[in-house]
């Protein structure tokens, strides 16, 4: 008897060479941004404590002394000082951040962007603070998202006005995006 040798396959065609070049590519791709997520969040940390030390360096100013003619007892102002802002934790820090980011990103309602933030995993309370202590025009929010509408499809005024509703931008807001877009 005599034995049929069979033939081999080319390296390519095998399957563990197409299961190793997935994985490879795979981890190429998604490697680097582990590290540069951590690094970012690092690199955020040490400009707030940073921050920190050079508020709390900040040279005090003598006040002038001032001489008085009269005899009389001075009686001085009582100095009311400002109530302490609230320390801003780090993770309230980081939904600022990132809700400057998403405003970079694209156009979002109030109630929308508080609701991306909790989306990636912070609180309620931690989204509402980021949102409320971030400078945004929100009428100028309903104009872009309501030109990415348009630039996406065709809308009529009262369409997108109730599109614009929908994504959470008050009756105000969602007027002022389609008069300022012309419908």
Do not use: C
Not at 70 to 97: C, F, G
């Amino acid at each position: 008897m005599t034995k049929i040798k069979k033939a081999k396959k080319p390296f390519y065609k095998r399957v563990w060479v197409w299961a190793l070049g997935i994985l490879i590519v795979a981890a190429i791709a998604s490697g680097g941004e582990e590290d540069t997520a951590t690094e970012s969040t690092a690199n955020e940390e040490k400009a707030v404590t940073e921050t920190a030390d050079t508020k709390t360096e900040a040279p005090k100013e003598e006040e002038p002394k001032v001489e008085t003619l009269k005899e009389e007892p001075v009686q001085e102002d009582s100095v009311q000082e400002e109530p302490a802002k609230p320390e801003v934790s780090l993770s309230q820090q980081n939904a600022i951040s990132k809700a400057k980011d998403y405003l970079d990103y694209t156009a979002f309602s109030h109630s929308g962007l508080i609701e991306q933030l909790t989306y990636e995993g912070f609180s309620k309370e931690e989204a509402t603070f980021a949102v409320d202590n971030i400078t945004v025009d929100w009428k100028e929010q309903a104009v872009q998202s309501g030109q990415d509408y348009l630039d996406y499809t065709s809308f009529s005024r009262s369409g997108l006005v109730e599109q614009l509703k929908y994504d959470g931008f008050s009756v105000e807001e969602a007027t002022h995006a389609v008069d300022t877009l012309g419908l």
